[in-house]
């Protein structure tokens, strides 16, 4: 069951409608707007405000413009720092055009001649008001990467840089431009954090060992994903690109929710003119940071104060966040193996949910809702979930074991219903642990399969959601069964499967059926068949929805 989240607006109008003005936001017009967003969350840009996000896209890029970018990129504002005035005069003495740097350039320029980053235009000038080509801007991010780029080389160092995973192919072209300009910048500095440095490293890993970037930071913000053992490494992975303006709001949202605070202030651009989009962007933030706790709803007013309300205190919700990150980090530890692929990963996950969660049904048939069966935290550390637990449970886990996995809400039954979208060699499939837990059967007699990676086609029978809003599940490889090889055609190969089995000692039977007409395999008549050749007693069920077949003898 999902819970429904309550979410009421309080428009407070606090303007005369005489008076009122109506504002509109434009889109960007910036390709890397939303890069140069991420990097202002990372902390490895400033930008040109000190109170506001103001990335300033469409400034030229000029010598001491691009260098100080990339030395705060690459995490060098501390060392910059650290010379003194006396040396910074010393470092820029020989060039005659020292006069046109900027006081606040000085500093960076030094540390980029010093460190041998840049050389002159000449060798008495700096050139610091010369604009920035994409080959010259390229080689400067390889040599901060590490790498010498002789004279020979320079004029392919865009290519070099795509070849060392910092670009995409297609995007060879579009940088190599006589002038750049920071919009340009951005671009090539965040595909940069993917590349492979000298040291064999990926520019984030190096940053994250250097203390620049937080590892929690890039944990959240999706630039990262914990390793199978979930406490230390991590792996790459490009996260969702989204408008700056979208990216900053949600961001804002999460923030706040993750943390319990009770208000914030929201910036006012085109994501926040509709309160309507709010809520959108707050349900977004729900699905994929499961990790919040006991949100039940918002008020806003004109002013772009949003105030959240939870079912508990903050000191109980920071507590249970703590206890959930420690049962996370402790289940995973003894779950996922080292190289174990991403099919097995979410079979450990699943069996332990199976195994160690139970269905609220006292709950569900009193009407008597535990704030907590509807979290993580109620499945991993109380053991007592409704499937929005489960599900949430599962995309924590599997995302934090290197699994891409997402919360999907819709119907089962006429019942609102929680379950999961699980990424698998390259292909989505439907995961409903909840329905896989024999305990919401009455029974707690083992384990279950049959909601194990279905098609969109398998579980439509029984499930139903906005199609429009996930991806689509065609593939079948994974499947439990079929990857198992727990299929037959029809009936009579049931028949003969299931004695086979038997004959090998087999005593509990779970099978697929994939004959197309579900009126060509009649179960009971199948078992009196079984039980008349074998002799044997036995109890059986069939899902008619996904058509699987179990029997266990005695």
Excluded at 72 to 84: D, I, T, Y
Excluded at 291 to 316: A, C, H, M, W
Excluded at 390 to 401: D, F, P, V
Excluded at 472 to 495: H, P, S, W
Aim: charged letters at 20%; proline letters at 3%; one cysteine or more.
């Amino acid at each position: 069951m999902k819970k429904s989240r309550i979410i009421i607006a309080a428009i407070l109008i606090v303007c005369c409608l005489l008076s009122a003005t109506q504002i509109t936001y434009a889109a960007s017009t910036y390709r890397f707007e939303s890069e140069a967003w991420q990097l202002y969350q990372l902390g490895l840009f400033a930008g040109a405000s000190t109170d506001r996000f103001n990335p300033d896209l469409g400034a030229k890029l000029n010598r001491q413009i691009g260098i100080t970018l990339l030395l705060n990129f690459f995490g060098k504002s501390p060392e910059v720092k650290q010379l003194s005035s006396q040396e910074i005069n010393v470092i820029l003495s020989p060039y005659s055009d020292k006069s046109l740097i900027l006081p606040w350039a000085r500093p960076y320029l030094a540390y980029a001649v010093k460190n041998g980053m840049v050389v002159g235009t000449s060798p008495t000038t700096l050139g610091p008001l010369n604009q920035l080509d994409g080959v010259s801007f390229a080689a400067m991010i390889l040599r901060s990467l590490g790498y010498s780029v002789e004279r020979k080389d320079f004029i392919n160092s865009i290519k070099t840089l795509c070849d060392k995973g910092g670009l995409n192919a297609s995007d060879i072209n579009y940088f190599n431009k006589h002038e750049l300009i920071k919009d340009d910048a951005f671009g090539m500095v965040y595909g940069s954090l993917f590349a492979i440095c000298q040291n064999g490293e990926s520019l984030i890993d190096n940053l994250i060992n250097a203390g620049a970037v937080p590892v929690e930071t890039a944990v959240s913000l999706n630039f990262l994903q914990y390793n199978s053992s979930a406490n230390t490494g991590t792996l790459p992975q490009n996260p969702t690109k989204r408008p700056a303006g979208y990216q900053q709001v949600y961001d804002l949202i999460s923030d706040a929710l993750l943390s319990a605070k009770t208000s914030i202030v929201l910036p006012k651009n085109e994501y926040t003119e509709n309160f309507s989009d709010i809520v959108d962007i707050i349900e977004v933030s729900l699905r994929e940071n499961p990790e919040i706790l006991y949100y039940s709803g918002i008020t806003y007013n004109t002013n772009g104060v949003l105030t959240f309300r939870y079912s508990k205190d903050r000191e109980t919700i920071i507590s249970h966040r703590e206890k959930l990150e420690s049962k996370v980090k402790s289940i995973l530890s003894q779950i996922i193996k080292p190289n174990m692929t991403d099919y097995q990963k979410e079979l450990a996950v699943h069996d332990y949910l199976v195994e160690n969660c139970e269905y609220d049904i006292e709950a569900v048939n009193s009407s008597k809702f535990k704030a907590e069966s509807f979290t993580a935290y109620g499945a991993l550390c109380l053991g007592l979930a409704v499937c929005e637990g489960y599900a949430e449970a599962a995309s924590i886990l599997l995302n934090r074991a290197g699994v891409e996995t997402k919360i999907i809400t819709g119907t089962s039954k006429g019942v609102g219903h929680a379950w999961n979208l699980v990424k698998v060699g390259g292909e989505f499939y439907h995961l409903d642990i909840t329905w896989d837990d024999p305990y919401l059967a009455g029974k707690k007699n083992g384990i279950m399969y049959h909601y194990f990676n279905l098609t969109d086609s398998d579980i439509s029978r029984d499930h139903q959601w906005d199609k429009s809003k996930y991806e689509a599940c065609t593939a079948t490889e994974y499947n439990y069964f079929i990857y198992n090889n727990l299929v037959v055609k029809n009936q009579t190969d049931y028949i003969d499967r299931v004695i086979e089995e038997v004959q090998r000692g087999n005593k509990k039977i779970a099978l697929k059926i994939l004959e197309p007409d579900p009126g060509r395999f009649n179960m009971y008549s199948a078992v009196n068949t079984i039980v008349n050749k074998l002799l044997l007693r036995c109890e059986y069920s069939y899902n008619e929805d996904v058509r699987v077949a179990v029997i266990t003898f005695y």
